[in-house]
């Protein structure tokens, strides 16, 4: 059988802010970026109730959210925020309260296209367009998504365990938006 002939082309995706009505879509994302290695257990939904992860989507749309949702006909497939968090309530992989944490991920199923290359591209855009000099993450030191990450300038700042902390610096000079 010629899979060629079969297999479709995949339509490029299209890429839109995040408003707060995605807040759904993105507590699904949130979900899926949670980092689980080949052959455990993936976590229980219910992580998703937990403060401590929750505050990541929780009221999406407040002053200073910064999101994008990928789309392929019309269907949410991924998604790219960066969020603001003080030193009294840090995320993960905060830093500082004048640098937003990113979170994102792409539904299984689309990952390997593209779509988050995409999506980092269009948010460090934006960010660097607001003047924001900076953007933190927490990866997984397992997680193959930190290359993705280290082609856009990220570079870690502190590890704890199995998670490392990431920092891209959006300024023109140390700017590299892949």
Do not use: C
């Amino acid at each position: 059988m010629d899979f060629r002939k079969s297999a479709r082309p995949m339509e490029a995706p299209i890429v839109r802010k995040a408003a707060a009505e995605d807040e759904p879509f993105l507590r699904e994302m949130l979900y899926h970026s949670l980092f689980v290695p080949e052959g455990e257990k993936p976590f229980s939904r219910t992580i998703l109730q937990d403060p401590v992860v929750s505050k990541y989507i929780e009221g999406w749309g407040r002053t200073g959210d910064i999101g994008y949702i990928a789309l392929i006909r019309d269907v949410p497939v991924g998604s790219a925020t960066a969020r603001f968090f003080s030193r009294k309530n840090p995320g993960y992989g905060f830093i500082d309260e004048s640098i937003p944490e990113l979170g994102m991920a792409v539904l299984p199923e689309y990952r390997g296209r593209g779509i988050g290359t995409l999506l980092l591209r269009t948010l460090m855009q934006s960010l660097s367009d607001r003047g924001i000099g900076a953007v933190s993450l927490s990866v997984d030191v397992r997680n193959p998504a930190e290359r993705l990450y280290e082609r856009f300038g990220f570079y870690e700042v502190g590890t704890t365990g199995r998670s490392m902390t990431m920092r891209a610096d959006l300024t023109d000079e140390g700017a590299n938006h892949e």
